[in-house]
């Protein structure tokens, strides 16, 4: 048993949002599992194994809060207000909920969507393309996705831009501070629109997933209203942000290597595993907390129940270990077992859905945009990447195209 390892980490930090891919390779050659003293002290595993050991023993890390040992604080350090459900359950709770969400995100029912994800996508684009610049952020890769999941849930659509502004916000504003006190408010005030609209879909049923839930009952009870609020933050959190992070970072890594960009407009079908480099790459969410149900250890280190354990799936999808060259962007990679989508029992249940948004954006602006150039000046980094690896902004220009008169869905 070795002495525990201190290490100075803050995964939110602005330090980390500058150097994330070189502090991680730091960790994983110095101490791939490491303790740290930012809020309150936690342990940062940041190698392939220790996150494969991690985020597949439900028993020994817990992903949820309110436990029964009363020490769980859910998957987030610090540890956020209000509970996702189902990723902040353990077994046998969990599979209550997940079975619930999983045919909403089958592959099947993915592909009966992507016609109306394809439109959605023209659609954006037709509103830009004739005067020749657009921001890929605000104007592309941030609308799709929060329309997507408006319309999967069966919230308003007129609401999609204030959801997701409010969403990126609270993911990319450091947690402790007043900034996000302030964002958390302005969405929890907005979030109080879900409650209106899951009472008009129990009176009216929909075909929708608020309207199942509202609808639908568990052990012979129906779900409470905070239940279904719960469930539906996280597939907000999940569908809106996350994906604009990937396709805005690919984009940007397309323009940055004109040769990489010409081979996928020359080679569609290379895009599927291009998909998967790119999530491998850039890791959409960098890392998530579990708790440490009873004393245990782990690659040497002796850890207490009770203490908090970071996930780094970022630091894995760069280890050496598993990838052969692990620092470039290698579009053809296989195979390619990233951990961009977590591992174990908590893997994302829309990832099926977060792959077709990005592959259908991927498709349009190659088609559509296919010259495109970014402002690398005007650029503008997420300032934390403590959850959420993403970009504020990302202006662009291109030559004018014309609209193909999509239409607009009603949104």
């Not at 991680?24 to 930012?38: G, K």
Request: proline share 7%; net charge negative.
């Amino acid at each position: 048993m070795t002495e525990r390892p201190i290490v100075d980490f803050d995964h939110h930090s602005p330090r980390f949002a500058a150097t994330n891919r070189q502090t991680l390779r730091d960790l994983q050659e110095q101490c791939p599992v490491a303790w740290t003293e930012a809020h309150g002290g936690y342990w940062v595993v940041s190698d392939y194994q220790g996150v494969a050991a991690v985020s597949r023993d439900d028993d020994r890390f817990a992903s949820g809060k309110d436990g029964p040992d009363g020490l769980r604080r859910g998957t987030s350090i610090p540890e956020s207000p209000g509970l996702a459900i189902p990723i902040e359950t353990d077994p046998p709770e969990f599979y209550t909920y997940r079975r619930l969400l999983n045919p909403w995100f089958t592959p099947a029912a993915v592909e009966r969507n992507e016609p109306m994800i394809r439109r959605i996508a023209h659609s954006l684009v037709d509103r830009f393309i004739e005067r020749g610049r657009c921001d890929l952020v605000f104007d592309l890769a941030n609308p799709l996705p929060a329309i997507v999941t408006m319309r999967l849930l069966g919230l308003p659509l007129a609401d999609w831009e204030r959801y997701a502004t409010a969403m990126h916000k609270v993911l990319y504003t450091p947690q402790g501070t007043a900034e996000f006190a302030e964002v958390s408010r302005e969405y929890q005030q907005l979030a109080g629109g879900i409650f209106v609209t899951l009472a008009e879909r129990r009176a009216e049923p929909a075909d929708d997933l608020l309207s199942f839930l509202g609808t639908t009952e568990v052990d012979g009870q129906p779900l409470s209203d905070m239940t279904i609020s719960n469930i539906v933050n996280l597939v907000i959190a999940g569908g809106v942000d996350t994906t604009t992070a990937l396709t805005a970072n690919a984009l940007i890594h397309l323009y940055r290597h004109p040769d990489d960009r010409e081979r996928l407009r020359a080679e569609p079908d290379a895009r599927a595993l291009a998909t998967e480099e790119f999530l491998r790459y850039f890791s959409p969410i960098q890392a998530l907390a579990r708790t440490v149900t009873v004393d245990t250890e782990l690659e040497g280190h002796r850890m207490k129940a009770g203490e908090r354990v970071l996930v780094c799936w970022a630091g894995a999808n760069q280890d050496p270990a598993m990838f052969d060259r692990p620092d470039e962007v290698v579009l053809d990679r296989f195979p390619n077992r990233h951990t961009s989508f977590g591992l174990g029992l908590h893997r994302c249940v829309g990832s099926n859905l977060a792959r077709a948004e990005f592959r259908v954006m991927l498709d349009v602006v190659l088609e559509r945009l296919p010259d495109y150039r970014i402002d690398e000046a005007a650029l503008e980094p997420y300032p934390s990447l403590g959850i959420v690896n993403g970009w504020i902004s990302a202006p662009a220009t291109f030559t004018p195209g014309p609209s193909v008169g999509a239409e607009r869905l009603g949104w």
